[in-house]
Each structure stands twice: as C-alpha cells, then as structure tokens.
C-alpha cells in the first residue's frame, strides 16, 4: 500500500496532550495523521516528534471556532491526500474547573461550547461530506464522565459546570449524527478519556495518556460490524 492509499486521520487539538497520544498511536498503525493545531508553531513542534518517531504525520493548522480555518485545512488535506477516513474531535478547553454550578459564568460557557462543541460541529458538517463520497468514516468525539447526565444527576458534583454543560451537548451531538448515519459504514461514537494527566487534567490526575487514549483509538478504528452512536470509556458503554 502506498503512502497516498493509507488511511487518513485528522486530529484536532493534537499538539499535545492526548491529541499528540492519538496521533502517535493511529501513526503506530500505520494510518497517515494531519496533525490539527491552532498554534502553527506548536503544531510544528509536535509534527517533528512524531517524523523522528517514524510516523507519517503532516500539520493542519486549524482552529475550530473558525469556519474559514476549517475549510482551508480539510481542502488542503483534501487535494493532498484525496481523503479523510478519521476524525478525532479532541480539541477542547476548561476554564472552571474551581467554579460551582451556582455561581456559573455565562462568558466562560459561551467560550466553552464555541470550542467544546459548535467547534466539534462545524468539523463534523465539513469532513462529513468527503466522508460520504467515499463511504466510510470513523468520528470521534472525545468527551468526558463529566458530561454524562446520569453522573451529574447521581452525584457527580458541580462543578466546571460550563465544561459538563458543553460535553453533555457533544454526547447530544453523537447521538443525534448517529441517527443520520445508521446505515452504510459511517460511525460517530464518543469516547470519555477518565481523568488524564495532561496539562488540562493536572499532575494529580489518576490515568496515563496511553489509558486515556485506547478507547479512542478503539473507536477510530472501528470494524463495520462495530457500534454506532455510543459513549464508550475503556471500551465499555457508559449511561449517556
């Protein structure tokens, strides 16, 4: 198989982090990666780890609240690699961690859902297309246990209320895309990390990188006999 014929995935937000992990281990398989990163400068920083690494990587400069970012970087990755079979909505924020439900901040959840979701959405309306030319597509959307309704309402907590608010419309999203896309060998699934050690989830966290990302990857790699329209944490359904 050639380079041009190797399956394409782009990871939004993969300059570090578990977006730079997902990159890294679709490379493993074999899978060509357009590494998306709103900074060019950390994108190529990370886009050169994974060449010294082996992996067939290329950079996307993307930012998701901007339509007109997207659209030139999936038409770039379009004439240059003629498909995209993956998409990995990783790209997020956290700006509340320590705020509480009462007190919730209605500029922080506006900037939260521009990028948490309507950023996750404007990727999955532009991919979705190529996506259906060719019949086939893996999305996935990396949310969180924090989102789940059935966590929030058992006593999951309250707080980083805007961030629970805008995974909890990432799963609505999931499971709504499902519905268009339940027949043929297109899948949306979302996938929640746990806790991760990264810059976001903080040196205390309880989970690795390589145990935040399998599910993903999972996911991603889906066969056709495989699920549509699920929330997933180590590789097991979890309560939307």
Known sequence: MTAAQNPVALVTG?????????????GEIGIHVAVGSRDRAR???????????????????VDVNSQESIDAAIAALIKQRGRIDI??????????????????NLEKLRQTMETNFYGALRMVRAVLPH????????IVNVSSTMGSLSYNSGGGGSSAPTYRLSKTALNGLTAIY????????????????????TDMGG?????????????????????????????????????W
Not at 131 to 138: D, I, S, V
């Open 131 to 138: 996506m259906q030319a060719r019949g086939y597509g893996r």
């Open 203 to 239: 040196k205390n966290a309880t989970r690795s990188v390589d145990e935040g990302t399998d599910t993903i990857i999972w996911l991603a790699t889906l066969p056709k006999s495989g699920p549509n329209g699920g929330f997933f944490k180590d590789r097991k359904p979890q309560d």
């Open 14 to 26: 993969a300059n570090k982090g578990i977006g730079l992990e997902v990159a890294r281990k679709l």
């Open 87 to 104: 998409l990995v909505n990783n790209a997020g924020i956290l700006l509340d961690w320590d705020d509480d439900a009462s007190t919730l």
């Open 43 to 61: 994108g190529i920083h990370a886009v050169e780890q994974l060449k010294r690494e082996g992996h067939s990587v290329e950079l996307a400069v």
């Open 178 to 197: 499902s519905q268009v896309l339940r027949n043929g060998d297109i899948k949306i699934n979302s996938a929640s990390p746990g806790w991760v050690r």
